[in-house]
């Protein structure tokens, strides 16, 4: 079972339409994480919160939104999708950012943009 | 890009042990090696890491060459239940004090226990 709660498990939207994933953790950790899997690949980091600020932006689209509204939890809002974004949405978080300690992963949003 | 390189696919026999091997030879002094597998739909599920000394756990063991180069994951008794992509990752430093890092997945291994 994951600490770590992805909702919701599938998620099916158009092109045009706002939808956000959300993802929460009760573990007391500082540090989240999204990342997207596309099939048979694997995860790619997309952005990291620390301390509910914004540390890392992988060049992401501004289609997609992160917001931390608190250190529990983390969303994704999406907007104007292209069918390429179909993919797994990845939530992870841990202790700190800086530091060794492992992140520890939700199972993830399956995302198909029509 | 992944600092790791590993072999696409491995198979095991049940009750054996399986010896996942990982090569990482640019990693730099400060970079801890993980291990992560993802069963079919699920995400990334943590075993174990280490920075140059062996690692055990209730789930496997970690082999770390002493110049730390590579790295073996050993799970002891392989069961069905193993099969899964191992992914082997170093935690790239993005300062020079290892004030944050991140981890970047290569292709990982696909290993099959078979009965």
């Known amino acids: 079972d994951t600490e770590v709660t992805q909702t919701p498990k599938h998620l099916v939207m158009g092109m045009t339409n706002k939808k956000s994933l959300k993802c929460e953790q009760h573990?007391?950790?500082?540090?989240m994480y999204w990342y997207k899997q596309k099939a048979k690949k694997p995860p790619e980091l997309m952005f990291v919160?620390?301390?509910?600020?914004?540390?890392i932006n992988e060049s992401v689209p501004s289609r997609f939104s992160p917001e931390c509204p608190n250190s529990s939890l983390l969303n994704l809002h999406l907007h104007a999708l292209q069918p390429e974004d179909s993919a797994l949405y990845l939530c992870?978080?841990?202790?700190?950012?800086?530091?060794?300690?492992?992140?520890?992963f939700g199972d993830g949003t399956r995302l198909s943009i029509l | 890009d992944a600092k790791t390189t590993q072999p696409p696919s491995m198979d095991c026999a049940e009750g054996r042990a399986a010896n996942l091997p990982c090569n990482h030879s640019?990693?730099?002094?400060?970079?801890?090696v993980y291990w992560y597998r993802q069963i079919h739909s699920q995400g990334p599920q943590y075993i174990i890491h280490?920075?140059?000394n062996n690692e055990t756990n209730e789930m496997a063991s970690l082999i770390i060459t002493e110049d730390r180069k590579s790295s073996t994951l050993i799970l002891p008794h392989a069961t069905l239940r193993d099969t899964a992509v191992y992914y082997c990752?170093?935690?790239?430093?993005?300062?020079?004090?290892?004030?944050?890092?991140?981890?970047?997945f290569g292709q990982g291994t696909e290993l099959s226990v078979k009965p």
């Open positions: 280490g920075l140059k």
């Open positions: 919160y620390s301390y509910e600020k914004l540390s």
């Open positions: 992870a978080s841990s202790q700190e950012f800086q530091g060794n300690q492992p992140q520890h």
């Open positions: 990752i170093v935690r790239v430093s993005l300062t020079l004090d290892n004030q944050g890092g991140k981890l970047i």
């Open positions: 640019t990693i730099s002094g400060n970079e801890y």
């Open positions: 573990m007391g950790h500082r540090a």
